[in-house]
């Protein structure tokens, strides 16, 4: 009899896809659950080594990538590097300046590099500004060089010239005008690379130009300058407290400009290491707490040939006007003043 005239091959015939069809995709899964097990577990190895990366990571916001601040940043990053157990990450800003917001609202970002004052900036948008950020470290003043052409005298007869306060971003374009608002002299004020400042300053296009970085600077050190070009003295006063320190320039960093036995006095602007001011025995202070021991520790290995020379004049327990040291600081302060080796 023909087969396809039986009612059940029929059904069968009929059927047979798609019992092949289930049997297949059974066949499937179950290859597929053999396979999933490794794919869990490998699943699970990714999470726990990105976990352990993690961990102990700190986000540490630089500056430019063409400052001083950067290259400090990497250099620490550098030395307390200890594989798992602490990887501090540089990060480029939009400049020292910036960091502060950096610092408050960027995610990931633990301590910064900044200058003392851009907290001026903060003072009525966020009232407890000085409350959210703690200083570690001091790292180096910036002193204040107003430099002048020959027919300027005093900081007075800088008012409604022209005087130069370098690159919007850079340290000298903030810290700058807010110095010459304390000092009340309403200069006409130029952002410029101070390359070109300098040489427009020689052709008489521009009274002065504001440096604020650390001495000495090659411009004056290696400039030719004709008679008279010279720096204005900044006294210290009670309006520059808050943020700056007293500071000079010697004849010995500028021979050319400043004569033998004079000094010219001015102010700095600190340049600190800060840390947002999270509380004690949490992930992020914990965080914070073991990049400040191993940077105190090994701060011996940032002052060799190789490294940026302002390591050298580091000063651990040297202040921050303004701000209050992150506690984990001064606990290893503390007891390294209490440890035999302090008592040598």
């Not at 003392?116 to 500004?129: G, K, N, R």
């Not at 965080?287 to 520790?297: E, G, I, N, Q, W």
Request: with cysteine; glycine share 6%.
């Amino acid at each position: 009899m023909n087969s396809m005239s039986n009612p059940r091959a029929l059904l069968f015939a009929a059927l047979t896809p798609a019992i092949l069809i289930l049997a297949s995709a059974d066949v499937c899964a179950q290859s597929a659950k053999r396979e999933a097990a490794p794919a869990v577990r490998g699943i699970s190895a990714h999470s726990d080594e990105k976990e352990k990366m993690n961990a102990w990571t700190v986000g540490l916001a630089g500056g430019l990538i063409e400052g001083a601040p950067l290259r400090l940043a990497a250099e620490m990053a550098r030395v307390v590097d200890d594989g798992p157990n602490l990887h501090v990450l540089p990060i480029v800003t939009r400049g020292a300046t910036e960091n502060v917001n950096a610092l408050l609202y960027l995610r990931g970002v633990d301590t910064a590099i900044i200058n003392s004052d851009a907290l001026e900036e903060y003072s009525i948008q966020v009232p407890e500004i000085r409350r959210r950020i703690t200083y570690v470290l001091n790292l180096f003043p910036s002193e204040l060089h107003v430099f002048v052409r020959p027919e300027i005298e005093s900081l007075q007869d800088l008012a409604g010239k022209k005087v130069n306060f370098n690159s919007q971003g850079t340290a000298a374009a903030y810290s700058g005008p807010l110095i010459f608002s304390r000092l009340g002299i309403n200069a006409e004020k130029t952002f410029i690379p101070h390359q070109l400042a300098l040489e427009q300053m020689r052709k008489g296009e521009i009274a002065a130009v504001v440096f604020i970085t650390s001495k000495p600077v090659d411009a004056f050190v290696k400039g030719r300058w004709e008679p008279g070009f010279k720096f204005l003295p900044v006294k210290y006063e009670s309006k520059f407290e808050d943020y700056y320190l007293p500071a000079v320039l010697e004849a010995g960093e500028y021979p050319a400009l400043i004569k033998q036995g004079e000094r010219v006095s001015t102010i700095a602007v600190p340049t600190a290491l800060v840390a947002f001011n999270w509380p004690p025995k949490t992930d992020r202070y914990d965080r914070v707490a073991r990049f400040v021991d191993m940077l105190f520790s090994r701060i011996d290995r940032l002052q060799v040939p190789g490294f940026d020379p302002k390591w050298k004049s580091i000063n651990l327990a040297a202040t921050v006007p303004g701000l209050t040291r992150f506690p984990a600081a001064q606990e290893w302060l503390n007891r390294e003043a209490r440890s035999p080796r302090a008592s040598r």
